[in-house]
């Protein structure tokens, strides 16, 4: 799940602008997408925040698809 912010993107589509404590953001085409459930491969749905913890995501990555 999560809720678009319309408005002038920080950065290219898929760029992680938030990667802290409970929030999770990233940059979209038309503005940013409000992470507010995460679902890796193969796990359970969670919290943004509780993947934070697991997973190490740093602010300027960036999201897509999966190397082949």
């Known amino acids: 799940k999560a809720d678009a912010v319309a408005g ?17 953001a990233v940059s979209t085409g038309d503005g940013i997408l409000l992470i507010r459930e995460v679902q890796p491969a193969g796990k359970r749905v969670m919290a943004p925040g509780e993947f934070l913890r697991g997973y190490q995501v740093k602010v300027g990555e960036k999201f897509g698809p999966a190397p082949i």
């Open 8 to 24: 002038a993107a920080a950065a290219l589509p898929g760029t992680v602008v938030n990667a802290s404590g409970d929030d999770l």
